[in-house]
């Protein structure tokens, strides 16, 4: 099978990249998005959501919230606002951040910005999402516990 070369930048920092991926899903503005190599040239707006990079039997996931998705060849790069990976999201405050989101939300306190709320809540979900899911999968319990 042919791979594919992919990125995963923000403002920040390089958050993943690697010359041997089987495929990327990514969470497109208008819904997932799967690249694998030998794909159509695209630009694409992301959403907020997950994404996950396959690379043989191993699967790595990322919160997005926000940016594009372009692929050239046999590269894509994904150029995002954020980019977290699940093992860099700490579930105690992800979950403080959403429960707070919701408060918020239920309280609607004069002046709130309903929008901004909305994606706030919006991201807390996609975090403990990906955290949650990691943890999950077999095999993680042993990692988990070093920590």
Do not use: C, W
């Not at 707006?45 to 690379?55: F, P």
């Not at 919701?102 to 709130?112: D, N, V, W």
């Not at 975090?127 to 990692?143: F, I, T, W, Y």
């Amino acid at each position: 099978m042919a791979q594919l070369r992919f990125e995963l930048v923000t403002p920040q920092r390089i958050v993943y990249a690697d010359d041997e991926v089987d495929m990327v899903v990514a969470p497109g503005a208008d819904g997932e998005l799967g690249i694998l190599a030998n794909h159509t040239p695209l630009l694409a707006a992301l959403g907020i959501g997950e994404l996950r990079v396959n690379k043989g039997a191993e699967e790595e996931s990322f919160a997005v919230h926000g940016g594009y998705l372009e692929v050239l060849g046999n590269k894509a790069i994904v150029m995002a606002s954020v980019a977290e990976p699940a093992t860099e999201i700490d579930l105690a405050r992800a979950e403080e951040a959403r429960e707070r989101a919701e408060r918020r939300y239920r309280e609607k306190p004069e002046g709130l910005d309903m929008a901004r709320l909305q994606a706030a809540l919006r991201r807390s979900r996609v975090r403990l999402k990906v955290a949650r899911r990691r943890r999950r999968r077999p095999g993680m319990e042993s990692e988990l516990n070093g920590r």
